[in-house]
């Protein structure tokens, strides 16, 4: 019994050092990533709630791999491998703000010549028992993929990246600092010209020659054209599409009971679409090559860095915190340094996080926990 009460105060003073080492890297301004060293459900349990702005993780992948010291990956069946990680995704969810984000990177696998649908499964189960909120699935083309012996089926160079919110509205998103820089607007022989080359004078003769609008609507047309025109001059808009009554295609749908645009053509006989002029959002398709592995000394899952920038840029404010709870190597909190966030990595293998350690640029870490 004495024994046994030593052992659970011992318990009791590691996890409220943890704890308190967490707190005051919440006040503390250095970005040099924490490590905490252990299970996952342990360490996650150490950090209090709505404390993390942003989760960026790569759980290790189903019966695929050997990772050092063990952990999630090695059960028996998918079953049990969704259920642990299940697990995880609740405490992530119970420490993450309401104003944060989780991105889940999730790869699949095949059993008895069927491929199992993990992502989707993990994905669907968040949504459906745990009430997260989806927000995009993006596909990760990897342009590359390992050596794949089968005849009869495409091989696989593409995975999942989901991004969940704890809540519909009200999350953190800084969406200018993805978009990728607008083209500016121009005059070309007196002719105001957009980011695309658009210049007014074909919607102008559309809208002059056109059989479906009447007077009114046309001299409202002109008028709207006109004013548009002028903002694309002063740069208060870079570029835009008119969409005029039987001139073009009408997006979305034509039900003026399903769509507002497709109302607004029966009502005016024309609307506009604008482009924002700060640039456009990525797309949910992510053109990145694997990390050279030869990099890695020990861990082998390529996980680039450039994987983490989006998310990171997004949904991290400059002074949140990232957390990764299978962290490995470190990679997510090697981006969340380089960006100027703090970040907390998690990993059951010390060999790992030594390795992580040494990959933010030769500074001192605040140790491992």
């Not at 252990?38 to 990772?67: A, F, H, K, N």
């Not at 909120?133 to 590359?144: A, M, Q």
């Not at 509205?169 to 002719?191: P, Q």
């Not at 003026?256 to 482009?275: P, T």
Request: with cysteine; glycine share 6%.
């Amino acid at each position: 019994m004495a024994t046994k009460h030593k052992e659970l105060i011992m318990k009791e003073l590691i996890e409220n050092e943890i704890t308190n080492q967490f707190i005051d890297y919440q006040e503390d301004s250095s970005i040099v990533p924490l490590y905490f060293s252990g299970d996952v459900l342990e360490m996650l349990s150490q950090l209090p709630d709505d404390s993390i702005d942003c989760c960026m993780t790569s759980p290790p992948y189903w019966g695929q791999r050997q990772y050092s010291s063990g952990g999630i990956g090695l059960e028996d069946s998918f079953e049990d491998f969704i259920e642990h990680l299940l697990n995880v995704t609740l405490e992530v969810q119970r420490v993450l703000k309401d104003t944060g984000s989780f991105w889940l990177n999730m790869g699949d696998t095949y059993k008895k010549k069927s491929l199992v649908g993990i992502p989707w499964r993990i994905a669907i189960a968040m949504m459906d028992r745990q009430k997260w909120t989806l927000r995009n699935n993006v596909i990760w083309n990897k342009h590359k993929g390992g050596l794949d012996s089968s005849k009869d089926r495409l091989r696989t160079i593409h995975e999942n990246i989901f991004h969940f919110v704890k809540k519909p509205k009200g999350y953190y998103y800084n969406d200018e600092a993805i978009r990728t820089k607008a083209r500016k607007t121009k005059v070309k022989n007196g002719a105001v010209v957009s980011a695309t080359g658009v210049t007014g004078v074909r919607y102008k003769r559309q809208i002059e020659l056109s059989t479906s609008l009447n007077d009114n609507e046309k001299d409202k047309a002109l008028k709207a054209l006109n004013e548009v025109l002028a903002k694309i001059q002063l740069g208060e808009v870079s570029d835009f599409r008119m969409i005029i009554r039987n001139q073009q295609r009408t997006t979305h749908s034509d039900s003026a009971k399903v769509s507002g645009r497709a109302k607004e053509l029966v009502e005016k006989g024309f609307y506009f679409l604008f482009y924002n002029p700060k640039g456009t959002l990525p797309t949910d398709v992510w053109d990145i090559i694997p990390e050279d592995t030869q990099k890695r000394e020990k861990h082998f899952a390529p996980f680039p860095k450039d994987l983490c920038r989006i998310p990171i840029l997004a949904t991290c404010p400059e002074n949140g915190i990232v957390l990764d709870p299978f962290c490995g190597t470190g990679t997510a909190m090697t981006v969340a340094y380089e960006l100027g966030r703090k970040s907390i990595g998690i990993d059951i293998a010390n060999d790992y996080l030594e390795i992580a350690k040494k990959r933010i640029n030769g500074q001192q870490t605040l140790g491992i926990f």
